[in-house]
């Protein structure tokens, strides 16, 4: 059983183009271990305490509970729109949720690693995160170009130095495991900073938009320990046993907060710590960063609907590598579409079913036995999505080249007359195992390309059932 996860995102705006990224990388895998016969636990959700939240649902006017509500049901409609398949879809509003969160706490709070105390520093709403004063320039935080509220009140606190030691270890000898490595060693770099990580604020009085400790009804949960513990609270409630993640993807922006506060608040929890987490890269749009003041934002269902679900779901994993910064452009997912998508793969199924259909050919059992590849396994289970995307469309470009070299044609003449005469002939023989290959090579890139483009795939598998061949990727004109 795989346990997989994606960050839950926070509802103040639509999903774009970046939260898409990570669910379909997620999909990605859960389908791919599906595919190899395994059970999966995918689960997706949505962030919905905290300032960010609580102001936006104010400058809208509405309960932010109601405003929530909304936005939870535009995030599933995008994920459903872009095939993605989740087994638990958690939402921090969830009262089984809070509940687990209040339980969770407390015990922590009763064994002593929770205490209160005064908080004196900043606090920037745009990162939902404590920051220091070397974070400012000019007085406002960098990233969001905003000022930090001041605070000064009396918090509890998370004694998170007390786990230092631990994380260290857990993270040095992999029993925690942190990729890519370079991330793994930025958060072990940080670690070792002078000072050591610091015990952390969880809570905040004057604030209602969040959930309320139990032993203190005038204080809410700061929203990243609420947020971080629906990784355990949605098994609580869907009765999932598939504690701890055999994976847990985001970008790099949230590392720390998975890489250092999570296996903390998870040993003080007694439990068990997750397998590994992934960190991947950012991305920008056409070289600048994404941004609503850019109006760059780019909504992932108007490229679905635009060029299609699969165009967009391989052009975002095929274009640069899993875990490294790359840059999206609608140019650059046209030309890798018409090329890879339409030219490579479609002519190799035209071609082909056209060729069965003219010179008919007999398609059995044999043809459709799945022939693994090896390589493409490794790169997928590394998490290496383009390294596997180019393999396979290596394997096409080999088999249409195949048909070039081979030239089928100019063997059915004789292949027919031979079998007309009831006779084996080299050229019959040839014949049956170019079509045999050539068959084969395209369910073995059917079966590994699903989990990217599960519907265009699925039609694919239907032709090669069928035998009827239609366009699946029609040229684009750029
Ligand atoms: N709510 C928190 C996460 C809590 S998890 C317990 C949060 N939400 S977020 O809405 O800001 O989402 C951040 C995540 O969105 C990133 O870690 C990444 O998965 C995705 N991305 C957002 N923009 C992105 C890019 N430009 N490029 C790649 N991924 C991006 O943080």
Same mark, same amino acid.
């Given at each position: =059983? %795989?346990?997989?996860?994606? !960050? #839950?995102?926070?509802?103040?705006?639509?999903?774009?183009?970046?939260?898409?990224?990570? &669910?379909?990388?997620?999909?990605?895998?859960?389908?791919?271990?599906?595919?190899?016969?395994?059970?999966?636990?995918?689960?997706?959700?949505?962030?919905?305490?905290?300032? %960010?939240?609580?102001?936006?649902?104010?400058?809208?006017?509405? /309960?932010?509970?109601?405003?929530?509500?909304?936005?939870?049901? #535009?995030?599933?409609? &995008?994920?459903?729109?872009?095939?993605?398949?989740?087994?638990?879809?958690?939402?921090?509003?969830?009262?089984?949720?809070?509940?687990?969160?209040?339980?969770?706490?407390?015990?922590?709070? *009763?064994?002593?690693?929770?205490?209160?105390?005064?908080?004196?520093?900043?606090?920037?709403?745009?990162?939902?995160?404590?920051?220091?004063?070397?974070?400012?320039?000019?007085?406002?935080?960098?990233?969001?170009?905003?000022? !930090?509220?001041?605070?000064?009140?009396?918090?509890?606190?998370?004694?998170?130095?007390?786990?230092?030691?631990?994380?260290?270890?857990?993270?040095?000898?992999?029993?925690?495991?942190?990729?890519?490595?370079?991330?793994?060693?930025?958060?072990?770099?940080?670690?070792?900073?002078?000072?050591?990580?610091?015990?952390?604020?969880?809570?905040?009085?004057?604030?209602?938009?969040?959930?309320?400790?139990?032993?203190?009804?005038?204080?809410?949960?700061?929203?990243?320990?609420?947020?971080?513990?629906?990784?355990?609270?949605?098994?609580?409630?869907?009765?999932?046993?598939?504690?701890?993640?055999?994976?847990?993807? =985001?970008?790099?922006?949230?590392?720390?907060?998975?890489?250092?506060?999570?296996?903390?608040?998870?040993?003080?929890?007694?439990?068990?710590?997750?397998? @590994?987490?992934?960190?991947?890269?950012?991305?920008?749009?056409?070289?600048?960063?994404?941004?609503? &003041?850019?109006?760059?934002?780019?909504?992932?269902?108007?490229?679905?609907? @635009?060029?299609?679900?699969?165009?967009?779901?391989?052009?975002?994993? *095929?274009?640069?590598?899993?875990?490294?910064?790359?840059?999206?452009?609608?140019?650059?997912?046209?030309?890798?579409?018409?090329?890879?998508?339409?030219?490579?793969?479609?002519?190799?199924?035209?071609?082909?079913?056209?060729?069965?259909?003219?010179?008919?050919?007999?398609?059995?059992?044999?043809?459709?036995?799945?022939?693994?590849?090896?390589?493409?396994?490794?790169?997928? /289970?590394?998490?290496?999505?383009?390294?596997?995307?180019?393999? #396979?469309?290596?394997?096409?470009?080999?088999?249409?080249?195949?048909?070039?070299?081979?030239?089928?044609?100019?063997?059915?003449?004789?292949? %027919?007359?031979?079998?007309?005469?009831?006779?084996?002939?080299?050229?019959?023989?040839?014949? /049956?195992?170019?079509?045999?290959?050539?068959?084969? #090579?395209?369910?073995?890139?059917?079966?590994?390309?699903?989990?990217?483009? !599960?519907?265009?795939?699925?039609?694919?598998?239907?032709?090669?059932?069928?035998? @009827?061949?239609?366009?699946?990727?029609? %040229?684009?004109?750029?």
């Amino acid at each position: =059983m %795989k346990y997989i996860t994606t !960050p #839950i995102y926070y509802i103040n705006a639509r999903p774009h183009l970046g939260h898409a990224y990570t &669910t379909i990388a997620a999909d990605v895998m859960a389908r791919y271990w599906r595919g190899r016969g395994q059970k999966v636990f995918f689960l997706a959700g949505t962030d919905e305490h905290g300032l %960010k939240v609580q102001k936006v649902a104010e400058k809208e006017g509405v /309960e932010p509970k109601k405003y929530a509500d909304k936005m939870a049901a #535009i995030f599933q409609e &995008t994920w459903k729109r872009l095939d993605i398949k989740w087994d638990f879809f958690i939402r921090t509003t969830d009262a089984a949720h809070q509940k687990y969160v209040g339980d969770f706490a407390a015990k922590l709070y *009763r064994q002593g690693d929770i205490y209160k105390d005064t908080y004196r520093g900043l606090y920037c709403i745009g990162c939902e995160a404590y920051i220091q004063d070397d974070d400012l320039v000019d007085g406002k935080c960098l990233l969001h170009n905003q000022i !930090p509220q001041k605070i000064e009140e009396d918090v509890y606190f998370f004694r998170l130095s007390k786990y230092q030691e631990h994380i260290k270890k857990v993270i040095e000898t992999d029993i925690f495991k942190i990729e890519p490595i370079e991330r793994k060693n930025e958060i072990l770099g940080f670690i070792n900073q002078k000072g050591g990580l610091k015990d952390m604020a969880i809570s905040r009085s004057k604030l209602d938009w969040g959930i309320p400790l139990p032993w203190d009804k005038e204080h809410v949960f700061y929203v990243w320990f609420d947020a971080l513990l629906n990784y355990l609270s949605a098994l609580k409630i869907t009765g999932a046993n598939v504690w701890p993640p055999d994976l847990q993807l =985001m970008a790099k922006d949230i590392l720390r907060f998975h890489a250092l506060i999570w296996p903390a608040i998870l040993s003080a929890g007694e439990e068990s710590l997750p397998k @590994k987490i992934f960190a991947h890269g950012y991305f920008t749009i056409e070289g600048k960063k994404m941004s609503k &003041t850019l109006g760059n934002v780019i909504n992932p269902t108007e490229v679905a609907e @635009k060029y299609g679900t699969g165009a967009l779901r391989y052009f975002l994993l *095929r274009e640069f590598p899993f875990g490294e910064d790359g840059d999206y452009s609608e140019k650059n997912l046209i030309r890798r579409y018409n090329s890879e998508l339409a030219d490579d793969l479609g002519n190799l199924l035209q071609r082909t079913l056209v060729m069965i259909e003219r010179f008919k050919i007999e398609v059995t059992n044999k043809h459709r036995e799945i022939r693994h590849n090896g390589i493409i396994e490794g790169k997928m /289970e590394s998490l290496d999505f383009q390294g596997a995307l180019a393999e #396979i469309n290596r394997t096409i470009k080999g088999a249409n080249a195949f048909i070039d070299k081979e030239k089928p044609w100019t063997l059915v003449s004789d292949a %027919k007359k031979s079998r007309e005469m009831g006779l084996e002939t080299d050229q019959k023989t040839r014949f /049956e195992e170019i079509f045999l290959h050539l068959v084969s #090579i395209l369910h073995q890139v059917a079966y590994y390309l699903e989990p990217f483009m !599960p519907r265009e795939i699925l039609e694919m598998q239907k032709q090669l059932k069928t035998l @009827k061949p239609q366009p699946i990727f029609p %040229k684009i004109k750029s």
